[in-house]
């Protein structure tokens, strides 16, 4: 079943698709390589080269990516109606020197912060109040502007944060402000280069929250790729795919000096936090030993041409220690408890041996898995709500909806 399956016509868009194989290139096939996905099935395989889900014809129906977009722009704006409900209906400008986030919550938040990004082991007092929603992105026409916005940028961070744990209601008293700087944030980079990407901005919250849920989604209409009930096998498997493979890595990567803009997406996946390096580095990373380096597959990209073990340890090798899950801790709490030990005794035990819930999945790596279903609902429906508080957030600042549309016209990559 399918997250807002009520709203949303995932349908109009899998009707448009298939899984194929790709055909490996004979520059690969030279190599004499091991199995690569797609390679069981040369003859039906897609002379792109890329495993995927394909187009079924060369010129998919548009009026359907249409029609998708606008019910998906449509289910956005409705429900982001009924969440704003739950706030009050009108703020008051809050004073500079207003305290807009309390104890608990700055708690929450400089867990995921590093003490370089807070500029200490704590939040200052200034981020905490209304005076630090106050400062505009100020480009300032120099590759220099950064010196003049690392201020502003911590409240970024704080706000990209606020959206992801679903903590509207101080971003709308700042928003009451007549002098909030965050519209100005929706697009950023580190400098006023024309060849720095806009990557810090609050608008790449939305992006990978909508990327990670239309990819999940759709993949969820192919079964015989995700269940291994229904037909999946070692060689069909969803995550062979180029289009699974990019979205993991984009939502993932490295965005410094932004450490809030991946966090969720690195919690559900299990990926850590410094594995999918920056887009500039990532061809440095890949050892040049690997059989890439003897194609120009490098230079196209190698989304879908790689096994998924191989595509996830091409920069990085993923740490292979056990991570616990949250149901591996409880089943251990309650084997110290048969013993008859104290509830105070078996946390402190527990506590000593570190031995807490580090893991989301409870099958490492593959969320479509039947076993991860009620972690993938949940992480479906964080990443809705993320969707809904960028929009909610947007009309506060009085810039209207967010073009839906537009983003899905400039997110064909996937």
């Known amino acids: 079943m399918h997250h807002q399956s009520a709203d949303i016509p995932w349908h109009l868009i899998a009707s448009n698709l298939h899984w194929a194989p790709g055909e490996p290139a ?13 390679k069981l099935n040369d003859e039906s395989g897609c002379v792109c080269g890329v495993t995927n889900l394909h187009p079924t014809s060369p010129a998919p129906r548009s009026s359907d990516q249409d029609e998708f977009a606008q019910a998906f722009a449509q289910a956005v704006r409705e429900d982001s109606k009924r969440k704003r409900a739950q706030y009050p209906e009108k703020y008051n400008p809050p004073s500079p020197s207003d305290v807009l986030l309390g104890g608990k ?82 697009y950023a980079a580190i400098c006023d280069c024309s060849e720095t990407p806009d990557v810090l901005g609050w608008d790449m919250v939305h992006d990978s929250a909508l990327l990670a849920y239309i990819v999940l989604n759709i993949a969820l209409c192919f079964p015989q790729i995700c269940d291994p009930t229904a037909g999946r096998t070692d060689e069909t498997d969803y995550r062979h795919t180029g289009f ?43 050892d040049k030993k690997h059989w890439l380096h003897r194609t120009n597959i490098i230079e196209r990209g190698h989304y879908g041409v790689l096994s998924f073990d191989e595509f996830l340890n091409l920069e990085r090798p ?58 993938l609902n949940q992480y479906l429906d964080q990443c809705w709500q993320i969707i809904i508080g960028c929009e909610i957030m947007s009309n506060a600042l009085g810039r209207g909806t967010i073009d839906w549309q537009n983003i899905f016209d400039n997110g064909n990559e996937m």
């Open 26 to 38: 004979l520059e690969i096939r030279a190599l004499d390589l091991p199995q690569l996905p797609g």
């Open 105 to 186: 919550l700055v708690q929450t938040i400089e867990s995921h912060l590093s003490e370089e990004m807070k500029g200490g082991p704590r939040l200052s007092s200034e981020q905490r109040t209304a005076f630090a929603f106050l400062h505009p992105w100020d480009t300032g026409g120099s590759c220099y502007a950064w010196e003049s916005n690392e201020f502003g940028f911590i409240n970024l961070e704080v706000v990209k944060m606020l959206l992801m744990l679903g903590e509207l209601d101080p971003i709308l008293q700042a928003c009451a402000h007549p002098d909030v700087g965050l519209s100005g944030w929706y």
């Open 318 to 375: 993923l740490p292979d220690q056990y991570q616990p899950s949250e149901s591996d801790v409880e089943s251990a709490k309650q084997e110290l408890l048969s013993k008859c030990l104290p509830l105070e005794i078996v946390f402190m035990i527990m506590n000593f041996a570190d031995y807490k819930a580090k893991r989301i999945l409870k099958v490492p790596h593959d969320p479509l898995h039947p076993d991860n279903r009620a972690e």
């Open 244 to 286: 699974y493979q990019y979205m993991l890595r984009e939502i993932t990567r490295s965005l410094a000096p932004s450490e809030a803009t991946s966090y969720p997406h690195q919690q559900f996946f299990g990926i850590p936090h410094d594995h999918f390096c920056e887009e500039d580095d990532m061809h440095k990373n890949i």
